[in-house]
T-cell receptor
Framework: GQNIDQPTEMTATEGAIVQINCTYQ??????LFWYQQHAGEAPTFLSYNVLDGLEEKGRFSSFLSRSKGYSYLLLKELQMKDSASYLC????????????FGGGTRLMVKP | DVKVTQSSRYLVKRTGEKVFLECVQDMDHENMFWYRQDPGLGLRLIYFSYDVKMKEKGDIPEGYSVSREKKERFSLILESASTNQTSMYLC?????????????FGPGTRLTVL
């Protein structure tokens, strides 16, 4: 089975930097995804990591350490529109390459 | 612009009713998925399909069935709805063979069973 943990809620200030952590345990790791989901809307893809290291995409970066079973999503220069839930999902080749999602982290950005 | 659509955004049904949730994608994707999303539990996979007329059980298939008669359409069926099936239902699709098989999600159907 798989276990994916991420904080339930976080609060940050507009213009600041926030790091959302995700830890996982899986036997056949084959990639980690981050999705953003605004309230009442569909999740949208943010990033993908399969090798160790940092992937940067504009204001968003995602980091992976496979040996530690750890990832984080880094959001810089926070904007009010970044208030959303952030979902960490792990793909497991021993589960048919299906995604298993964490419970999501609800981020509130305050002025 | 890629699109996954779901037949209803909100649905209210009574216990024991048969419920159909429809999902259509226009990206010619091979894979389609049904999830339910509940607070604190994240997205949980109910069923998925990797080809027409093919289906596989996900983590929580009990009380649900699916149908995939055409590549673009994947239906979720609640044979006899129960109150514990009140949830947000999300459909997704993805392409086979892509480097990371990103899943594209529909807007969701919020189902309430009374």
């Amino acid at each position: 089975g798989q276990n994916i943990d991420q904080p339930t809620e976080m609060t940050a200030t507009e213009g600041a930097i926030v790091q959302i952590n995700c830890t996982y345990q899986t036997s056949g790791f084959n990639g980690l995804f981050w999705y953003q989901q605004h309230a009442g809307e569909a999740p949208t893809f943010l990033s993908y990591n399969v090798l160790d290291g940092l992937e940067e995409k504009g204001r968003f970066s995602s980091f992976l350490s496979r040996s530690k079973g750890y990832s984080y999503l880094l959001l810089k220069e926070l904007q009010m529109k970044d208030s959303a839930s952030y979902l960490c999902a792990v793909r497991d080749r021993e589960a048919g390459n299906m995604l298993t999602f964490g419970g999501g982290t609800r981020l509130m950005v305050k002025p | 612009d890629v699109k996954v659509t779901q037949s209803s955004r909100y649905l209210v049904k009574r216990t024991g009713e048969k419920v159909f949730l429809e999902c259509v994608q226009d990206m010619d994707h091979e894979n389609m998925f049904w999830y339910r999303q509940d607070p604190g539990l994240g997205l949980r996979l109910i069923y998925f399909s990797y080809d027409v007329k093919m289906k596989e059980k996900g983590d929580i298939p009990e009380g649900y069935s699916v149908s995939r008669e055409k590549k673009e359409r994947f239906s979720l069926i609640l044979e006899s709805a129960s109150t514990n099936q009140t949830s947000m239902y999300l459909c997704a699709s993805s392409r086979t063979g892509a480097a990371y098989n990103e899943q594209f999600f529909g807007p969701g159907t919020r189902l309430t069973v009374l």
